[in-house]
């Protein structure tokens, strides 16, 4: 007998059960099918940006998170530039995210993903609509008017089942059933570059990198690589490291002196014990759509890309974390169809921009950089233009910030886009993150934010706020009233009314209501 759901996930890494986890908390009743019984050990996707934190903490989840990490509280998270190797006299830090709180909810954090997944599983596991079926992959995949339709398979045994729902979401990774079913086609640079992950133990490399401040991530810009990074990572403190850089295109696990390509790049001798020795291709790819009928795409399924900056985790939380409020709304009656395109049309420009500008850009200015100046030909003229990489390193971090003034869902300025580039501000504006504010009740804003939309009512009329509450009735559309006086923190918002998304994003902002509420409303709850 087929089993009905009104989301299947197929995928049950991070992002798949983080969607699960979105959706059950609204109770929406969904599966997840991942063929991996438990999470795989290899560290990737470490670090956990302020935003991916604010997720924990909605997901109830969040002091958990921090109790399963390895590096001691307080541990410095961020990373240092060397040129050559991370011997040289030439490196910096740069000023990363880790400095920009004040315009978060939370603190960011660093552990291993499958440390994340545990935390993940844990939280998933508590809620009743979710159902896991973990050892099971997806065969087939179809949709018509009416739904979608997925044949499971046991991984090691005799077991197939079918699957029914209302939607399904590909977050199976790059090499997505989901996507490639549905002919979803990707774009993206391919720099034709393979390249070596090494999972390694070595307590002589942390001991030699005492001559550098402790951070989380060292990176070597070596001239010979083309602007490709060779970079370490720690897992803990004192001992476990991971390893990216660029191998010869014929290296196996049997055949490459993977110590010395560690030494080289550290500047030093040092023992190691090798866990894992794994590769991959330096490319980006980013999912044409990231909806086709009634199934979507997130993560990995979406976008592919080097493991640079800590993009890749964070923006396939960001992905469910805004398509799960917005299929809860179409599956509870409210939210129109044009909600559900909004998810492409917001998402996908982000991640666009993210791998083209900024981590396949960054390795082309990095590689123009290194063929113009040397250390060895012109010292001064070399010096000079460290500093000049040094500030850029810096500005990215305070320019990267994702937005939807664009959305057909959002009142955003005319002719606006979805874009990365903007700039981390406190005042409240239509398509961006809301900035935490502290409340006149000592709360933060964020302790008061409801599940579904939010009007933040400062100084604000009853009936001003009564209309908007009455046609957010009307409509059906969930809308919690947060009222206050416009003093203290909250005039950095410079904005008497905030209408706030389910997912932390500002949908419209003023200081007088519209003069339309109800095609307000509409608009924002993708109602034709």
Known sequence: MDQRYQVIIVGGGPVGVALAVELGQRDISCVVVERHMTPQRIPKGQNLTHRSLEHFYFWEAVDELRAARLLPTGYPIGGITAYGDLMSDHWYVPVGRESYGDYFFQANERLPQYLTEEVL????AELHSVTSMFGWSAEAIEQDDHGVRVTISEENGPGRQALEADYVVGCDGARSTVRERF????????????????VFRSRELHEGLKRLPERTVYRALSPDLKGVWQFFGRIDVGEGWFFHAPVPRDATTENYDFHGLLQRAAGFDFTVEFDHIGFWELRVAVANTYRHGRAFIAGDAAHSHPPYGAYGLNSGLEDVTNLGWKL?????????????????????PIFWETGEDVIAGGI?????FLEKYSPDRNLEEFEQAWKQVEEADTAVHRTYEPHYEGSSVVMGPPDSVCSIH??????????????????????????ELGAGFTLLAFDAEDSTVKAFEETAGALNVPLKVVRDTFEGDRREF???????????????????????????????????
Do not use: C
């Open 121 to 124: 599983r844990a939280r998933m």
């Open 328 to 348: 809860a709304a179409a599956l509870n009656g409210w939210g129109g169809d044009a909600l559900l395109n909004s998810y492409s049309e917001e998402r996908r």
């Open 494 to 528: 410079e904005s008497r009314l905030i209408l706030v998304r389910p997912d932390q994003y500002v949908a419209w902002t003023g200081d007088t209501p519209p003069d339309g509420i109800t095609g307000l409303i509409r608009k924002v709850a993708g109602i034709t």
């Open 183 to 198: 002919g979803i086609q990707r774009e993206g640079t391919d720099f034709d570059q393979k390249m070596a992950l090494l």
């Open 422 to 447: 903007g700039s981390l501000t406190l005042v409240a504006t239509a398509g961006h993150h809301l900035a935490p504010q502290r409340l006149s009740s000592g709360h933060n804003v964020y302790e």
């Open 364 to 368: 082309k200015e990095d590689r123009t």
